[in-house]
């Protein structure tokens, strides 16, 4: 997309644009993802996650197409309409069958692996290939990493939590002892999983699994103040990840370094910058691996931050012209992000993937995205207007400002998830307090849950 984005801009000699033009064809996919939320909940519903993913990524493959051939201003837009329908709602269900395919202890590393080292790797090859190649050429490399989409999730099993939510139970055991083996732990995880997903079918009505029923669940938790907790976690975590900045880079990377340096030969500076970038998502991995979410969050945030400031008053008070500037401002934004990238980010997806209760959990995220999406539609949209009125310098410090505020939320109500089931994290946010497996299952037994 950067690529295109800053060819779009005047080089690319076969279509006329203007930056009003450009900037919705950058940012259209962040809006109409809200579409590609409510497709995925209620195709995975239906199909499952396994089929649903496969479903979903024909599509890109067909929009990627599209952008090869593309000639005009609605072709483009169309084929930018089909990727966020289809790639947003694959997106967001990759995060959730991971958090349900992964034991406690790995779920978060798992789950940060392709929401941002992934990702990374993906941004950095499509920032160096647009420096090198037509972006027409790099659309066509696209339909790559598109088809094993497509096809690799045929081969999976399917979800222990989506069989047990369909009352499938014989499956549902059958599949997660494929996956978690049969020790004494697994085995209490899949009695919690099976007897709670049993408790709320039996609480609806007829037993049944059609809209109505949906709706009723639905009804059932809004009613309860536990569910706009985690809907209002679910907004600040979102909102710190697009004044974070990945979303804004990713999009406009190439545009960005190029009025940050004042040089259009920026192939040396995407490379140190996007190095900077994948080396902060493979810091991830051992961050995860050795650090509990909230210190880690906590201090790299607050670090992130700093930095950001930093950058900000050296955009605005070291002359653009010298040598010093540029290479400080880079420097400054390749460290921010191997920060950010470390920590937030590492425990943020993660937790956008725990939180939601799992028979409500797509329509929470529904719920959720028509907000979301609105604000990174205009993340992307507005970002050149900001960049011409405020500045770079107006921008960075805004988003500080935005993320400070976001941090302060989240130090009182985000709780510690490593290590807790999906089961746990869900009663925690219904009782306040966090129950061990064998303490639910004997409640439950009770009645007391």
């Not at 033009?21 to 993802?33: E, F, G, K, M, P």
């Not at 976690?233 to 004044?243: D, F, H, K, M, S």
Request: charged letters at 15%; one cysteine or more.
């Amino acid at each position: 997309m950067s690529g295109m984005v800053d060819d779009l801009r005047g080089k690319e000699s076969e279509i006329t644009l203007n930056d009003a033009d450009v900037s919705l064809i950058a940012s259209i996919i962040n809006a109409t993802c809200i579409l590609g939320f409510g497709v995925v909940a209620v195709l995975s519903e239906k199909f499952g996650r396994r089929q649903t993913i496969s479903m979903l990524s024909l599509p890109v493959l067909i929009s990627y197409i599209m952008l090869y051939l593309g000639n005009d201003m609605a072709t483009i837009v169309t084929s930018r309409v089909i990727v966020g329908v289809c790639y947003g709602g694959v997106l967001m269900l990759s995060y959730v069958a991971m958090a349900e395919y992964m034991t406690p202890n790995k779920r978060a590393f798992y789950i940060n692996l392709i929401s941002a080292t992934g990702p990374s790797v993906g941004t950095v090859l499509g920032h160096v290939l647009c420096l090198l190649l037509h972006w027409r050429t790099v659309a066509l490399i696209g339909l790559i990493p598109t088809g094993l989409s497509a096809i690799v999730p045929l081969f999976w099993v399917e979800s222990p939590s989506w069989l047990a939510n369909q009352g499938r139970y014989e499956e549902c055991k059958t599949a997660f002892r494929k996956i978690f083996g049969e020790s004494n732990a697994s085995e209490a995880q899949l009695r919690l999983l099976i007897e709670t997903e049993r408790k709320k079918r039996n609480e609806m009505s007829g037993n049944k699994r059609n809209f109505s029923v949906i709706v009723q669940k639905l009804k059932t938790a809004m009613k309860e103040r536990y569910f706009w907790k985690i809907m209002v976690l679910g907004a600040v975590i979102n909102i710190y990840r697009i004044a974070a900045g990945k979303l804004m880079f990713s999009t406009l990377a190439i545009t960005m370094l190029q009025e940050l340096t004042g040089s259009s030969d920026i192939l040396v500076f995407t490379l140190y910058v996007d190095g900077f970038f994948i080396l902060g998502s493979v810091f991830s991995l051992f961050s995860l691996s050795a650090m509990k979410m909230r210190p880690l969050i906590f201090s790299l945030g607050l670090l992130g931050n700093v930095i950001l400031i930093v950058m900000s008053a050296c955009v605005h008070f070291i002359p653009s012209g010298s040598t010093n500037y540029v290479w400080t401002v880079i420097s400054l934004l390749a460290f921010y992000f191997i920060a950010v990238l470390t920590g937030p980010y590492a425990v943020l997806d993660p937790y956008l993937a725990e939180i939601f209760p799992l028979d409500i959990k797509l329509y929470c995220v529904l719920f959720l995205s028509f907000v979301i999406s609105i604000a990174s539609f205009l993340a992307v949209f507005l970002a050149p207007l900001m960049f011409a009125t405020i500045g770079y310098d107006g921008v960075f410090l805004l988003n500080a400002l935005i993320v400070f505020f976001c941090l302060g939320y989240l130090w009182y109500f985000m709780p510690e998830t490593k290590g807790r089931t999906l089961q746990e994290i869900e009663y925690f946010f219904k009782q306040n307090k966090f129950h061990s497996i064998e303490e639910i299952n004997n409640e439950q037994v009770a009645g007391l849950l």
